[in-house]
């Protein structure tokens, strides 16, 4: 089974950029599509990018497109989110998931956490001036 630690989150002003890490263990990456989402108090999860295991082909949410770039570095069994040009809507835990390449897909939206089934504990993300 896959686990996840997460790191890079921090308090940033509203412009300002981070750089968001997911470091596995238990597996390797490679066959897996590892996403990020995120939660803000009261608001429901929310996707908010992802990686496939097959091609490293990239999605994002509306919310963060030319803003956010996800990666990974499967070396070292990480995936990155680069964050730019951050605003207070962006604040939140950030968590990372993965889908293996064989796990069934259950919902068409590609950002469904209903499609991923190994999740990190987060970090948190504050966008405050």
């Known amino acids: 089974q896959v686990q996840f630690v997460e790191s890079g989150g921090g308090l940033v002003q509203p412009g300002g950029s981070l750089r968001l890490s997911c470091v596995a263990s238990?597996?390797?990456?490679?066959?897996?599509?590892v996403g990020w989402f995120r939660q803000a108090p009261g608001k429901e999860r929310e996707g908010v990018s992802l990686?496939?295991?097959?091609?490293?082909?990239?999605y994002y949410a509306d919310s963060v497109k030319g803003r956010f770039t996800i990666s990974r570095d499967n070396s070292k069994n990480t995936v990155f989110l680069q964050m730019n040009s951050l605003k207070p809507e962006d604040t939140g835990v950030y968590v990372c998931?993965?889908?293996?390449?064989?796990?069934?897909?259950?919902?068409?939206?590609?950002?469904?956490?209903?499609?991923?089934?190994?999740w990190g504990q987060g970090t948190q993300v504050t966008v405050s001036p």
């Open positions: 998931a993965s889908k293996s390449r064989w796990a069934p897909t259950i919902s068409d939206d590609r950002l469904s956490a209903a499609n991923f089934h190994s």
């Open positions: 238990g597996v390797t990456l490679d066959y897996y599509t």
């Open positions: 990686i496939e295991s097959s091609d490293s082909s990239t």
